[in-house]
């Protein structure tokens, strides 16, 4: 989102959405011999800069404005610019210092002042050691023709740990509900769950890209309400990795060990899962995930191993122009999961298949609507085949 907010806060225009990374990187390639030719050439300078942060490289594009401002001191726009990408790059004290600076130059136009003073907020925010964000929402679902009440909420909760990588302490809390029809009848996708994970996540370089590793204790409780024999609590440990490895690709994974217990019976529940995969992005409105999973669930009586496969698909888009908000949210994925389950002696093999499309339409800078459509079909043991909408109106804070 940083990315989006620094590109349209820096006025560079929308003509480069469409290009794809490598058309961007031959043009920003071109503009460089250029400037090894003319290296005075501010104009060429700014061409380059808007380039670099099209491609998500704020340190070069922070290296060039930087130099422009050295030749025009009095350049509110580059100054804007500049701190957008330091801003990007996570260097909030050169952000508001450069914010501060071109708001007070009285060169900036209205909408660049907005801009700068929604900047400046969100930078002084985040330079802060203590953090909060979070989100709410609630609706109504339909599956089959039943409906029933949606409800999720987040909170994220960040320390900066003060050293100079940027490694911070997080903790995420998220609780849920699914909840259609009532009574013995109801459906048994009815779930509710509530989840803590906390740990520090270590920035291993400090620049925009490179490697994240969150090693973290998470502890979960779900609860089925007509089916109690599954209720369970559980606590693991695990490892979270993410890699930028450039403006397209970025590589990560996640790897846990726990243990839990069955409420009504006792039983002890051991599991592990794995989930690897990789993000490409060819241009900064969309991007492409690919997610490969694997995992096991044992109890006294029944194993269970899974083995998946997730492809998810996202774009940004220009809200109304009657709304003032974020871009909206356009997504789609399909998945396959494939299933051996060995239940009291009895093996089986099931293969669940889903797909769906979503929307987040925001109504302002915090308020959203989200619709959701999603089929999943079961094939093997237990086969069913189901149509869940949804949709849900939202709070970011």
Do not use: K
Request: aromatic share 10%.
């Amino acid at each position: 989102m940083a990315v989006c907010m620094a590109t349209a806060a820096s006025g560079f225009g929308t003509s480069a959405i469409s290009q794809t990374t490598s058309a961007l990187e031959a043009e920003r390639a071109s503009v460089f011999a250029r400037m090894l030719d003319a290296p005075a050439d501010r104009a060429l300078m700014a061409q380059y800069a808007r380039l670099s942060i099209e491609l998500r490289d704020f340190e070069a594009a922070a290296a060039t404005l930087e130099r422009l401002i050295d030749l025009e001191p009095a350049n509110a726009t580059a100054r804007l610019e500049l701190a957008t990408a330091y801003f990007a790059m996570g260097n909030y004290p050169l952000a508001e210092f450069h914010l501060n600076a071109a708001a007070a130059s009285g060169a900036l136009s209205a909408e660049q002042l907005a801009s700068a003073e929604a900047y400046r907020a969100a930078a002084e925010t985040r330079d802060e050691p203590s953090r909060f964000s979070g989100s709410v929402a609630a609706g109504i679902v339909s599956a089959d023709s039943e409906t029933g009440f949606l409800g999720s909420g987040s909170l994220n909760w960040s320390i900066d740990l003060g050293d100079a990588n940027a490694t911070e302490w997080v903790t995420q809390i998220g609780a849920s509900t699914y909840q259609i029809g009532a009574g013995p009848g109801a459906s048994t996708s009815d779930r509710q769950s509530l989840r803590l994970r906390s740990g520090p996540r270590f920035q291993l370089t400090g620049e925009a890209f490179g490697p994240r590793l969150q090693p973290y204790l998470e502890l979960e409780s779900v609860r089925y309400p007509d089916a109690a024999a599954s209720d369970y609590d559980a606590a693991s440990f695990g490892l979270a990795y993410q890699n930028a490895h450039s403006a397209a690709w970025t590589s990560f994974a996640d790897a846990s060990l726990g243990w839990g217990e069955l409420n009504a019976s006792g039983a002890d529940i051991d599991f592990h899962d794995i989930a690897l995969g990789l993000t490409y992005r060819p241009s900064r409105e969309a991007f492409y995930r690919l997610t490969l999973s694997m995992g096991s669930e044992d109890t006294a009586t029944r194993e269970e191993d899974e083995r998946g496969l997730r492809l998810d698909y996202g774009r940004n888009f220009d809200a109304p122009a009657a709304l003032s908000g974020p871009d909206w949210r356009a997504g789609a994925f399909a998945s396959v999961d494939w299933l051996d389950i060995t239940d009291t002696g009895v093996p089986s093999d099931e293969t669940v298949r889903a797909a769906g499309l979503s929307l987040r339409a925001y109504l302002n800078e915090d308020i959203y609507l989200e619709t959701r459509g999603t089929h999943v079909a079961r094939d093997g043991g237990t086969t069913s085949d189901e149509t869940i909408l949804s949709m849900q109106l939202g709070l970011e804070f």
